[in-house]
């Protein structure tokens, strides 16, 4: 078993770092795996290291212990809190016991009564997630909770074989209730672990993390084709953003609890149940961008792919495994499912109708994959070419295929060009957003997000992989560089330049730039008068 993952919450540097000093963490089952200064910082770390234990202070600037720990409990129920503080007050005790924190500790801290306290903590963890694998248990909530009508049905719902007018009929029938203003859906993978005995159980143990952090929202599951599948029922579309942070939470979980790789791909919500097999095959597209991303995250369709399109699939001859060479392969993985469309052809033995028939739909996908990215397709086929004519001049499968290895190959050079200015197009306007707005005590990731129509783990991801930082950071260091300018060139007080660069609290403000310059606000201003 891993180490389980503790992260420090306070706003003192040398408490935090005198708190990790303290104990042997490695000896007890436990590792520091990143600190924080306030509760803001430290919910933004949660989403990307999930912790197994926030130990934090109450008293904080920007955000308290007691509304992080609330907060944390709303996105993941499970996590152990232990809170400390200096103040021996009932009224702070009984908020941390009515938050279910695991301890409510008094400074100063004393070892033994700590380590203490994380070997409790470690019992308790212990027992989660052996009884999370435990076979029997596993097996009995499978069939506890697929019986087979209501799996048949959903299926259907997926593939799109059920009409509208039959959908209550049916849901009647089976004693199911689903019905909303919105409706999406989200297939999860688990990496397999060749020749083990446990895969069987794997995508079981992820249908259950999905549910147990699904609370309070709409939702069915099943275990469909090696995949767990969810369709999430929602009121209005503001619920589709917290739907995708909770697929995004259910992967690093998974990775936790079950020791293996998870991903789980995200369609565009519908209004009508009989469309949910659009948003189920858009979200099986979007599974197929891991290999893109970090892992252990949600995809969602539209960050990777600027535009979906219904369409009917070409299975034959292998061309939906080019396309997807074409969107996501090496130039090698390219070549080589050409190679296998190639043997195909030949060995399929077509009749002339059928193979002018099946070149006309391998140029409307390749159209389709181009619009889809938003591709100036006269760069591909360029217009004074005639393309069904010169298609229908290609005289055998090596000269087909030497034109699809032209075509495909331009079609992946500028998709891959379209990606990169895409995401540097999505950075340069949230930096702009942030030049403009830094002065709003609300800004957040979540508000920017709305503005660039992405999903905030998307963009977290994003942003921390183009500029090195966390966003968090950046706003910091832009609201501290706007900060100086005004300490030099006005006569403002500082609670008057704290308010302008977004901070309702000059406390705050001045902690922050004494942290960032090592000087205080007051001190700045009066070592750069004295100079003058």
């Known amino acids: 078993m891993s180490l389980y993952r503790v992260m420090l919450v306070d706003d003192e540097e040398d408490v935090r770092q005198a708190i990790a000093r303290k104990i042997d963490w490695e000896e007890i089952g436990f590792e520091v795996v990143a600190s924080a200064e306030n509760g803001q910082e430290a919910l933004e ?3 990307r290291v999930h912790p197994d234990v926030v ?8 955000m308290d212990g007691l509304t992080l720990t609330r907060k944390l409990k709303e996105n993941r129920k499970n996590t152990k809190v232990i809170i400390f503080s200096g103040f021996d007050e009932f009224e702070y005790a009984k908020e941390a016991i009515k938050l279910e924190a695991e301890e409510y500790l008094l400074k100063p801290l004393n070892a033994s009564e700590l380590k203490n306290v994380f070997l409790r903590i470690r019992e308790n963890l212990d027992r989660e997630i052996d009884q999370r694998r435990n076979e029997s248990r596993l097996n009995a909530y499978y069939q506890e909770s697929l019986p087979i009508m209501r799996e048949q049905f959903l299926i259907g719902l997926l593939e799109g074989k059920i009409p509208d007018e039959k959908i ?19 297939v999860g993978t688990v990496e397999q672990n060749e020749g083990s005995a446990e895969n069987r159980l794997l995508n079981i143990s992820l249908k259950q993390i999905m549910e147990e952090n699904l609370g309070g929202m709409g939702y069915r599951t099943i275990v469909y ?7 999430a029922l929602f009121e209005d579309e503001d619920r589709f953003t917290y739907f995708i942070y909770l697929m995004d939470q259910v992967c690093k979980i998974a990775r936790r609890v079950l020791d293996a790789n998870t991903t789980i791909g995200i369609g565009t919500p519908c209004i009508k149940r009989s469309n949910l097999h659009r948003s189920y095959k858009e979200a099986k597209n979007a599974l ?12 969602y369709i539209k960050d990777v792919e600027p535009k979906t399109e219904e369409g009917d699939r070409i299975s034959q001859l292998g061309v939906q495994d080019i396309l997807r060479e074409v969107k996501l392969g090496t130039k090698e993985d390219l070549e080589g499912s050409i190679h296998v469309f190639l043997k195909n052809l030949k060995q399929s033995k077509v009749s002339l109708p059928q193979y002018q028939i099946f070149l006309m739909e391998l140029i409307a996908e390749i159209y389709k994959l181009g619009r889809s990215y938003e591709i100036d397709m006269n760069q591909i086929f360029p217009p004074q070419d005639n393309i069904y004519q010169n298609l229908y001049q290609l005289d055998s499968p090596e000269a087909l295929g030497s034109w699809m290895r032209d075509i495909c190959m331009k079609v992946r050079h500028v998709i891959r060009r379209e990606r990169a200015d895409s995401t540097k197009s999505i950075i340069e306007r949230a930096k702009q957003y942030v030049q ?30 183009e500029t090195g930082m966390t966003f968090v950071a950046y706003v910091t260091a832009v609201r501290m560089e706007r900060a100086v300018e005004l300490l030099n060139t006005t006569e403002d007080k500082t609670y008057m330049i704290a308010e302008k660069v977004g901070y309702t609290e000059p406390n705050y403000f001045s902690y922050v730039f004494k942290k960032t310059y090592g000087i205080a606000p007051s001190r700045y201003r009066a070592g750069r008068t004295g100079k003058e």
């Open 168 to 186: 209550d009929e049916t849901l009647a029938s089976y004693e199911m209730e689903m019905k909303a203003n919105y409706y999406a859906v989200a």
């Open 288 to 299: 197929d961008y891991r290999v893109l991303v970090d892992s252990n995250q949600a995809i």
């Open 436 to 465: 403009e707005n830094y002065g709003d005590s609300n800004l957040s990731v979540e508000g920017i997000c709305k503005e660039l129509n992405v999903s905030p783990a998307y963009f977290s991801t994003l942003f921390k992989k």
């Open 45 to 47: 770390l949660q989403a």
């Open 225 to 231: 084709l090696d995949k767990v599948i969810v369709i």
């Open 55 to 62: 130990m934090t202070d109450i008293k904080m600037p920007f």
